[in-house]
Antibody, heavy 123, light 106 residues
Framework: EVQLLESGGGLVQPGGSLRLSCATS????????TIWVRQAPGKGLEWVSA????????FYADSVQGRFTISRDTSKSTVFLQMISLRAEDTALYYC????????????????WGLGSLVTVSS | IVLTQSPATLSLSPGERATLSCRAS??????LAWYQQKPGQAPRLVIY???DRATGIPARFSGSGSGTVFTLTISSLEPEDFAVYYC?????????FGGGTKVEMK
């Protein structure tokens, strides 16, 4: 059974930092790209960041470029999203998703998903 | 690439046919997916590459289209199909989602 488990969310003040984790089991970590998608309360889905299966390519939405960093630890089958300079508009449920890497120039879908980690940015 | 979904809300009864639309601001070839999301749940992949059903998705779900115009059809709505549906393109970066169509029970 494929399982993705996000953690690391919480309440943080504007300007603060958080690191989200996405731990994976049930699939070969090396064959899957990871995407982070967020959903503000009552709103739709917004793509945030992605990392290729081999970790060589990373991608960011303009809204988080320069503030968020995606990385991975293959020994722990875990992908991280380091978030700094957080703003009120970053408040959302953050989902991680997995997709087989197509090794092309295009992006990814979300075949498997975690349950999400809630990030609240408020003073 | 901006994805525009219509209608925003679809009010139908069980057994009826649902037709959801997703239009892209430029061609995405066939690199388009549809997701189903129920309250309090993560998205669930329904259709990928415009017309391929994901594993475990019932045959009443079908996708069509290419380029800029795409359709998700649910041939006969079951009670568990009432949810919000999003389209998403992976043709280029940034990945983008449509604003969603809520399929609600009439």
């Amino acid at each position: 059974e494929v399982q993705l488990l996000e953690s690391g969310g919480g309440l943080v003040q504007p300007g603060g930092s958080l690191r989200l984790s996405c731990a994976t089991s049930g699939i070969n970590f090396h064959n899957y790209a990871t995407i982070w998608v967020r959903q503000a309360p009552g709103k739709g889905l917004e793509w945030v960041s992605a990392i290729s299966a081999n970790g060589e390519r990373t991608f960011y939405a303009d809204s988080v470029q320069g503030r968020f960093t995606i990385s991975r630890d293959t020994s722990k089958s875990t992908v991280f999203l380091q978030m700094i300079s957080l703003r009120a508009e970053d408040t959302a449920l953050y989902y991680c998703g997995k997709d087989p890497d197509y090794y092309d120039t295009n992006g990814y879908y979300g075949l498997y998903w975690g349950l999400g980690s809630l990030v609240t940015v408020s003073s | 690439i901006v994805l525009t979904q219509s209608p925003a809300t679809l009010s139908l009864s069980p057994g009826e046919r649902a037709t959801l639309s997703c239009r892209a601001s430029q061609s995405v070839s066939r690199f388009l997916a549809w997701y189903q999301q129920k309250p309090g749940q993560a998205p669930r992949l329904v259709i990928y590459d415009a017309s391929d059903r994901a594993t475990g998705i019932p045959a009443r779900f079908s996708g069509s289209g290419s380029g800029t115009v795409f359709t998700l059809t649910i041939s006969s709505l079951e009670p568990e199909d009432f949810a919000v549906y999003y389209c998403q393109q992976r043709y280029n970066w940034p990945l983008t989602f449509g604003g969603g169509t809520k399929v609600e029970m009439k």
